[in-house]
C-alpha cells in the first residue's frame, strides 16, 4: 500500500511518499519504523493514541484506532494537523 | 567546557574562561558565544528551528555533551543529544515516555520534557528529565535511552499529589528543579507545578512532601496541606547542600534542611514590589547572596514586569534585606517577563549575570547586577538559559 507523509516527517522518511505493508495500520506504522527508526513514536503517544496534531486518513477516512485492519490495496495519508503560531 | 550553574561544589571556584550561552526559545535553540570581557557576543545559527525547547543543558561531568529537551512542532516531545558541544545532533532512541496503561485504563502522555539534569558526578552517563503532565525519567547511557521511574511516575499517590491535569500552569502542569545532593547520589529534591517540592532519599524509590511553611497559591480554608504548592524554581546551594531556596507562586523562600521548614524571606521584599516571579539564582562562593526577577502577580496575574518597568532584586544576607538592581533596563513600558530557567549566573568573578525574556531579549551584567546591558534581541520566546566556559 502507498503511505503518504506529510514534510514534518521528512526528517524520518526521507520522502513523501512510501510503500509499506501490513494487516493493522499499527502493523504499517511499527514496519515503517523498522526502516525509519523513532517514526512511530512521532505519530503515536505511549498510549497507542494518534498524537493530538497529527490525523491519519485511510482511504479518505479519519482513523484513530491503530488496530483497524488495512488492505494491500489501501492509501494511508498522515497529515500534520492545522496548528501553530 | 564546563556547566558554571551551581551543581556540584566544584563549580564553586570562578573560571576565567569565555562565557557560552545555551538558550531554549519556543522556535529553537541557540548558542551565544561571548569574548573574554563579556562585551560582544555571537549567535549561533538555530538549532532544530521550529521545534519548542524548554531546556538546553550541557554536560558538566565531560564538557561536551549537550541535551535538549524538545517538542518538534506536530511530532510531539522528545530529546536531542550532541556529543560534540552542539556542533552535530541526534534524536534519543527511546526518548522519555509514561508507561503504557493496562487496557482499559487511560494513561498518561508526555506532552512536553520540560526539564533535563544532570546526574551526580559520580554517575557519568546518569541523566534525569521531568515532563508534562509530572513525571520522572532517567537515562543510564548519556541520554540515548529513557526510562520512567517508577517510585514517582507510578506510584499510587502521584494524582493525588499532583492534582491531576487540571491543577497547573497554563501550557501543562510539569516536573522542574531536579535537584542532586552533591554528596549523595540518592539524595534527590523535585518541585511540581503543581505538587510542590518533594525529597527522596533512596534514589527516587520512595518521595515525601517537602512544603511546611510554604504558603498555598490561593487561599483554602483549614490547615496548609502537605502537598499541591506551586514552585517555580528552587535550588540547593553548592557549598551548603542543605540550604534550599525557592522562588514559588506564593513568595521567595529559604529552607535549612535540618529544620524542615520553609521561611517567607520574599515578606521583606518592598511591598509595592511583592515576591512573586519565576526565577532564582544563587550566588555560587556566597551561600547568602540570591537574586529574583519580579513578576506582576496581582488581580488576574499579568505575569509581566510590573509597571513594564523590568528590574532585578538582590540580597546579600539571605533575604533579610533586598535591593532594586534596574540600572541598564527598560525604564518603562517593557512588558515582558522572565520565566524560570530564563535566569542564570557565569562563575567568574565579579559573577556575571544573564536574563532571557518572554519577548527574546537577552540581557547580562558583567558586575553582578550593577547594571544590565542588550546582548542579544529578535530571538524568539525564551524559555532557558545555561551559561557555561570553554574549560
Redesign the interface.
Known amino acids: 500500500m502507498n503511505v503518504h507523509s506529510p514534510s514534518q516527517l521528512r526528517s524520518y522518511i526521507g520522502a513523501s511518499l512510501v510503500e509499506a505493508d501490513g494487516a493493522t495500520l499499527d502493523e504499517v506504522l511499527r514496519g515503517l519504523d523498522r526502516r525509519y527508526p523513532g517514526v512511530r513514536f512521532r505519530i503515536i503517544d505511549e498510549q497507542d493514541r494518534v498524537r493530538e496534531q497529527i490525523r491519519i486518513f485511510v482511504n479518505g477516512e479519519q482513523e484513530f484506532d491503530i488496530t483497524s485492519p488495512v488492505g494491500a490495496r489501501d492509501e494511508i495519508v498522515i497529515v500534520g494537523a492545522l496548528s501553530g503560531g | 567546557m564546563v556547566a558554571t550553574q551551581p551543581r556540584t561544589a566544584k563549580t564553586s571556584k570562578s573560571s576565567t574562561g569565555n562565557v557560552v550561552l545555551l538558550v531554549g526559545t519556543k522556535k529553537g535553540g541557540f548558542i551565544l558565544r561571548g569574548n573574554s570581557s563579556r562585551r560582544a557576543w555571537t549567535l549561533s545559527d538555530p538549532i532544530l528551528l521550529g521545534s519548542t525547547v524548554h531546556h538546553f543543558v550541557l554536560d558538566p561531568r565531560d564538557g561536551r555533551t549537550m541535551l535538549m529537551a524538545a517538542v ?5 516531545p ?1 530529546v536531542f543529544r550532541s556529543t560534540d558541544a552542539g556542533k552535530t545532533w541526534k ?1 534519543a ?1 527511546r ?1 522519555p ?5 493496562s487496557e482499559g485504563e ?5 506532552k512536553h520534557v520540560f526539564w533535563l539534569t544532570p546526574g551526580h558526578a559520580s554517575e557519568p552517563n546518569v541523566w534525569y528529565a521531568g515532563s508534562s503532565p509530572q513525571g520522572l525519567f532517567r537515562s543510564d547511557d548519556g541520554g540515548v535511552t529513557w526510562e520512567g521511574v517508577a517510585g514517582f511516575n507510578e506510584n499510587p499517590m502521584r494524582e493525588t499529589w499532583t492534582g491531576g491535569a487540571q491543577d497547573g500552569t497554563p501550557d501543562g502542569p510539569k516536573m522542574h528543579s531536579i535537584l542532586i545532593d552533591p554528596r549523595d547520589k540518592r539524595h534527590l529534591y523535585i518541585g511540581m507545578s503543581s505538587g510542590g517540592i518533594f525529597e527522596s532519599t533512596d534514589e527516587g524509590t520512595s518521595w515525601a512532601p517537602l512544603n511546611k511553611g510554604c504558603d498555598f497559591p490561593y487561599p483554602i480554608p483549614g490547615p496548609l496541606p502537605e502537598f499541591g504548592h506551586d514552585p517555580h524554581r528552587a535550588m540547593l546551594h553548592p557549598l551548603m547542600p542543605d540550604l534550599l531556596y525557592q522562588q514559588n507562586h506564593a513568595g521567595i523562600y529559604r529552607m535549612e534542611r535540618k529544620d524542615a521548614q520553609w521561611t517567607r524571606i520574599g515578606k521583606n521584599m518592598p511591598p509595592e514590589v511583592g515576591d512573586i516571579g519565576f526565577p532564582i539564582v544563587l550566588r555560587p562562593r556566597d551561600p547568602k547572596t540570591v537574586w529574583v526577577f519580579h513578576m506582576d502577580g496581582t488581580d488576574v496575574w499579568p505575569r509581566t514586569s510590573p509597571g513594564g518597568k523590568p528590574a532585578v532584586y538582590v540580597t546579600n544576607d539571605g533575604g533579610e534585606t533586598w535591593r532594586r538592581q534596574a540600572n541598564g533596563l527598560p525604564k518603562a513600558n517593557a512588558w515582558w517577563t522572565v520565566l524560570r530557567q530564563a535566569m542564570t549566573c557565569d562563575s567568574r568573578d565579579p559573577l556575571g549575570l544573564y536574563l532571557g525574556t518572554t519577548t527574546g531579549q537577552l540581557w547580562g551584567s558583567t558586575d553582578e547586577g550593577g547594571s544590565w546591558r542588550l546582548i542579544a534581541e529578535h530571538l524568539p520566546h525564551i524559555y532557558a538559559i545555561e551559561a557555561v566556559e570553554p574549560r
Open positions: 518538534t512542532g506536530h511530532l510531539g522528545t534524536e532512541s526518548p515516555a509514561f508507561k503504557k496503561a487511560a494513561g498518561l502522555s508526555v
